[in-house]
């Protein structure tokens, strides 16, 4: 009986921690499209770690304008992320 608790609980987490990582993804696409002032801190502090979580797909998508690579560039790495966590989170939970 504790093996599945154990492995709900860390089901939970990884899903819980993709989540975190899409929300940040999220919040900086929707700090650039509301204009942000990149002077402050907060705003600051996302973009650096959006930039890190999505550092394999930032540059991958050449559109002319700058808001539809930062959607495509940051939108697929949150989705990416939801996906592969909460299917990684599924699998523990059913083991």
Known sequence: MSRYSSGNRAGAVVAIVAD????ILGLWIL????????????????HNAADWLAGWSRDLFTFDKAWARVIAGYGLAAVVYLFV???????????
Request: proline fraction near 0%; avoid cysteine; charge should be positive.
């Open 85 to 95: 966590g909460h299917a990684i989170a599924g699998r523990m939970q059913r083991h």
């Open 31 to 46: 700090m650039y499209l509301l204009d942000a002032n990149r002077a402050n801190d907060l705003v600051q502090f996302v």
């Open 20 to 23: 975190i990582m899409a929300l």
